[in-house]
């Protein structure tokens, strides 16, 4: 009477194949998971990029233009910003939406936004501190450029310190090698030398 049982060969044979078949499994599930966390990441820098450029725009935006000529409200250099521009998300009538803002990179390759308020009257008592927001971090430095209105020449320069506002403000953002690199900002200032829109 033959046996009914399997064969030895038969056996090595069948636990071979599904050997291979949980080899598989097991790289597919290690793709699909590197591949969600690379979406993760990139949907994270997405968020980050898009609240950075709204806070960035609307400072750089309402930027405020000299009211004298030995005023200088706006001062750009190569990698740090400092300006008098509006707070934003504060009601009209709070005493005062001014501020002096600095936006730059710390030692700890974070991008920081430092602010103080600008009082509209002398001030009785001693100065408001700095306050400061990290608004990205993992960044080795920034990249300003300047653009100049038709009547300043129309070029692009690497400081600003003299006269009106520059027309466009440009950022470029310089990370860590392997990072993803991020796309440049272009903020135009929308007040003329006047101050108004």
Known sequence: MPSSG???IEVVIALAIFGFVLAGLAQSLRFGMTA???EDRLAGNAAQLERMDRV???LIEQASPPAATDDKPFAGEEHRLTLMTL???QPQ???SRHAQVA???DDSHRLVLRWKPHPNAVAIGPAPPMQEIVLA???ERIDLAYHAGTAEGGKWSKTW???PLPVVVQLHFVLPAGKHRWPDMQMPTLLDTNGSF
Do not use: C, K, N, S
Request: hydrophobic share 40%.
């Open 161 to 163: 310190t003299d006269g």
């Open 137 to 139: 971090e993992g960044v």
């Open 87 to 89: 707070l934003p998300d």
């Open 103 to 105: 936006i730059g990179v």
């Open 6 to 8: 399997f064969t030895l």
């Open 56 to 58: 960035l725009r609307r």
């Open 93 to 95: 009538t709070a005493t």
């Open 36 to 38: 969600r966390g690379v």
